[in-house]
């Protein structure tokens, strides 16, 4: 049997620093949102603590703190000789009702600046539609 | 609980009846990052060279791997890596010169490690230190206080005269090779974005004392701005209050450390129109040291 090797550190998260929500809660949520969306499907391989610490230059044991959040959580599972890797039961991408879940809280936090800026709900609407036509 | 690595009890240090440290205390466990913040003056070299036996203090109380600093042992000293702010190389030799004089002085000497870094950074071996630049007198000083592999790394500024590409190849050494090894380090600095990559814990100095100690997890999660109405916010106190402050418009902005014991009175003055919103460590300095 191959088994896949780890996608890069870099290619799953990133951090942004001097962000209210403290570092090792990004690499959770970033994760939370790559297995709700599929992108990581039950049994992928996450990179290594070290690997991710070193390609994001923060302190391991921020990332480890991640790590053990999300095997505690069930997300994750520590495999022996492997690594961590994403869990059996997530096994299937969630609903779209969980997904849409998730990004709340980032929206929330991009309502309370729309608001502090006094733009109007069908500008915001068109900006936030604009980035996601980009994204395609 | 293994013994700290350093542990300062009161300490007290004044310069020519100007007070410096005015009852630091501070413990150290191995492993441990900390990050010190504070404003020019607060006392943080003072408190690095108290800590190193540098300075003979006035009063309190300072272990150091057990021991006092101001007679340490050889094995402790070995043990203890430090990059002063002010740089003391020796500049009339080479940088080659002065790494082989301090490799003397250790049982242990990295010899690949200190080959690899006076490599990565570029760092001219057979130049006089008096050539060098203000960037690589600060590169080759740290190659020199992690030639030894120290348990323990007390950086006072490292990373002041580095453009941001030197300070992110620091960085990148220091989590690779020194925080992955278990090393407690230590350092100052004013980039608070540094600080937030590497360390775990914050302590910002004020006046001479540690006017906040917390781990940065604890500070994203925990410290909170309440701004409301004067009527509503006299009436409120809280134990980790850090700052108050009123305007004229007759709005009290208060920062403070919540406990889970104040949730329900926070949710309460929400309801009565306080606003509650999380603090950068940017914002939290000002309001520390104010």
């Known amino acids: 049997m191959v088994t896949k090797p780890p996608p890069s550190a870099t290619a799953l998260f990133s951090v942004s620093i001097g962000s209210s929500d403290p570092i090792y809660k990004q690499l959770v949520d970033q994760v939370r949102r790559l297995v709700a969306g599929g992108q990581l499907a039950a049994g992928d391989e996450l990179p ?71 733009i109007d709900t069908q500008s915001a609407l068109d900006l936030f539609e604009k980035i996601l036509k980009a994204k395609k | 609980m293994s013994q700290p690595i350093l542990e300062m009890k009161s300490v007290c240090k004044s310069y020519t009846g100007k007070s410096a ?29 108290c800590a190193l036996g540098l300075r003979e203090i006035d009063a309190g109380q300072i272990k150091l791997f057990g021991e006092s600093p101001a007679a340490l042992s050889e094995a402790s000293r070995a043990r203890i890596g430090y990059v002063p702010q002010q740089n003391d190389l020796f500049e009339w030799l080479t940088a080659k010169q002065m790494l082989a004089y301090f490799r003397a002085f250790y049982t242990h000497w990295n010899d690949s490690k200190v080959a690899a870094l006076m490599d990565r950074w570029s760092i001219p071996g057979d130049r006089v230190i008096a050539k060098l630049s203000g960037g690589e007198k600060q590169r080759l000083a740290i190659i020199r206080a992690l030639g030894h592999d120290p348990q323990l790394l007390i950086l006072d500024e490292p990373v002041a005269s580095l453009d941001p590409a030197g300070r992110r190849d620091f960085l990148r050494e220091l989590i690779e090779r020194t925080i992955e090894q278990e090393t407690t380090v230590v350092f100052s600095t004013h980039i608070l974005s540094d600080l937030e990559r ?46 108050r402050t009123e305007d004229a418009a007759g709005h009290v902005n208060v920062v403070v450390i919540v406990g889970n014991h104040d949730s329900g009175q926070l949710e309460q003055l929400q309801a009565q129109g306080v606003i509650v919103e999380p603090v950068g460590l940017e914002d939290l300095f000002i309001e520390v040291t104010r």
């Open chain 2, 21 to 49: 440290l005015n009852g630091i205390d501070l413990s150290l466990t191995s492993g441990q990052v900390i990050g010190i913040l504070g404003r020019n003056g607060a006392g943080k070299s003072t408190m690095l060279e």
């Open chain 1, 48 to 118: 290594s603590v070290r690997d991710v610490a070193r390609a994001l230059v923060v302190n391991p044991m921020t990332v480890s703190k991640a790590y053990s959040q999300l095997e505690t959580a069930g997300v994750l599972e520590r495999r022996r000789g492997i690594g961590m890797a994403v869990a059996a039961q997530h096994s299937h991408a969630k609903k779209k009702a969980d997904r849409i879940d998730l990004l709340r809280p980032t929206l929330e936090r991009a309502a309370t600046e729309s608001a502090q800026l006094e």
């Open chain 2, 198 to 243: 590497v360390a775990l814990e914050v302590a910002i100095m004020k006046d001479g004392k540690i006017a906040l100690q917390q781990p940065l997890d604890t500070l994203a999660e925990c410290a909170r701005r309440l701004i409301g109405p004067t009527t509503v916010m006299n009436a409120q106190h809280f134990v980790g209050e850090l700052s």
